[in-house]
């Protein structure tokens, strides 16, 4: 019977194929915009001038700069092989996330230096959204 409608199970595969290869672009996107907004969601409040920031956790908004840093850029290679980076574009990103090492001088013998992760909680709280967007794009029904 797939003899006689070759032509057709050919079609159905290329579509389904076509299809398969938009879900994964439009997870992607959409995984991406959900992981931007929960990483700035992450630098809470308004810090002022003076004020001490608490090791550990999400740092305060001071001018704003690293929160509108946080950007990503899409990339694809191939068939369903779309994938994003998340992250801040501001130098100083690294330092503030993880602290140690990537610490500034000022920071050294200071409880700063244990940084004030921003990206870690948001990327925690997107790993539970991740499944949904995917089973979303690509007709997988429940996750």
């Known amino acids: 019977m797939?003899?006689?409608n070759l032509k057709m199970v050919r079609a159905s595969v290329n579509k389904a194929v076509v299809g398969?290869?938009?879900g994964a672009m439009a997870a992607r996107d959409e995984m991406m915009m959900a992981l931007i907004q929960l990483?700035?969601?992450?630098?809470?409040?308004?810090r002022q001038p003076g004020?001490?920031?608490q090791s550990g956790q999400p740092p305060m908004n001071r001018t704003g700069n690293l929160r509108?840093?946080?950007?990503g850029e899409k990339f694809s290679t191939g068939f369903a092989t779309h994938y994003a980076l998340v992250g801040p574009t501001m130098i100083?990103?690294?330092?503030?996330?993880?602290g140690g090492i990537y610490a500034p001088p000022s920071w050294q013998g200071t409880s700063a230096m244990n940084g004030f992760p921003y990206m870690s909680p948001a990327f925690k709280k997107f790993s539970t959204l991740a499944p949904v967007i995917i089973s979303k794009h690509l007709g997988l029904g429940n996750a």
């Open 92 to 98: 100083y990103g690294r330092a503030v996330e993880v």
């Open 68 to 71: 509108r840093s946080i950007t």
């Open 39 to 46: 990483s700035k969601e992450e630098i809470k409040g308004r």
């Open 2 to 4: 797939i003899i006689n």
């Open 20 to 22: 398969l290869d938009a």
């Open 51 to 53: 004020e001490k920031a």
